[in-house]
T-cell receptor, first 114, second 115 residues
Framework: GAGVSQSPSNKVTEKGKDVELRCDPISGHTALYWYRQRLGQGLEFLIYFQGNSAPDKSGLPSDRFSAERTGESVSTLTIQRTQQEDSAVYLC????????????FGAGTRLSVL | AQKVTQAQTEISVVEKEDVTLDCVYETRDTTYYLFWYKQPPSGELVFLIRRNSFDEQNEISGRYSWNFQKSTSSFNFTITASQVVDSAVYFCALSRASGTYKYIFGTGTRLKVLA
């Protein structure tokens, strides 16, 4: 596609429910990143994919968070047993590895946990 | 450890004024990249510039200019003759020049340009 696409754009859920957030990167981009942006704060790195593998998961805040990527394309970030502190905007970015590592971002998924 | 500091939380200017957004970074790497992104109300981060640590030349792109000073670990961004459309949150970011290239972001500066 022309840009990074994320869905849904907004998600409201109840505490304790599981949620899945989807990211469609730019076609051909082998690197994919997830970041979290809490209200009024900068973006925090969560996880990095190169192809379908995730060599850096260091930013995942707890074992309730997981992510996968299939076919060197779509990625899904799953949050289990959501908590109120998970409320944030989750942004996905992709890049051509080695191509000046400029990351191109989607518009994000705004998650609200009630 | 790497860190990016954007001390200005919010700046308000009147249209046509010049404005400078500050960015100070910390890293032990000798080679690294610095970036500026714009986040309009739509939420999508828009890439503005990438700077390699070896390239200290200042850059100008239209009304935008960037001043990279390695000696003070700063990478400041100036908008000349600001316009209402410049209103957004601006983020400075740092990445290593190897490995995952993940970004370390500052907390952002919200710029409000008043008509």
């Amino acid at each position: 596609g022309a840009g990074v696409s994320q869905s849904p754009s907004n998600k409201v859920t109840e505490k304790g429910k599981d949620v899945e957030l989807r990211c469609d990167p730019i076609s051909g981009h082998t690197a994919l990143y997830w970041y979290r942006q809490r209200l009024g704060q900068g973006l925090e790195f969560l996880i990095y994919f190169q192809g379908n593998s995730a060599p850096d998961k260091s930013g995942l805040p707890s074992d309730r968070f997981s992510a996968e990527r299939t076919g060197e394309s779509v990625s899904t970030l799953t949050i289990q047993r959501t908590q109120q502190e998970d409320s944030a905007v989750y942004l996905c970015a992709s890049s051509l590895r080695g191509m000046k590592n400029i990351q191109y971002f989607g518009a994000g998924t705004r998650l609200s946990v009630l | 450890a790497q860190k990016v500091t954007q001390a200005q939380t919010e700046i308000s200017v009147v249209e046509k004024e010049d404005v400078t957004l500050d960015c100070v970074y910390e890293t032990r790497d000798t080679t690294y990249y610095l970036f500026w992104y714009k986040q309009p109300p739509s939420g999508e981060l828009v890439f503005l510039i990438r700077r390699n640590s070896f390239d200290e030349q200042n850059e100008i792109s239209g009304r935008y200019s960037w001043n990279f000073q390695k000696s003070t670990s700063s990478f400041n961004f100036t908008i000349t003759a600001s316009q209402v459309v410049d209103s957004a949150v601006y983020f400075c970011a740092l990445s290593r020049a190897s490995g995952t290239y993940k970004y370390i972001f500052g907390t952002g500066t919200r710029l409000k340009v008043l008509a």
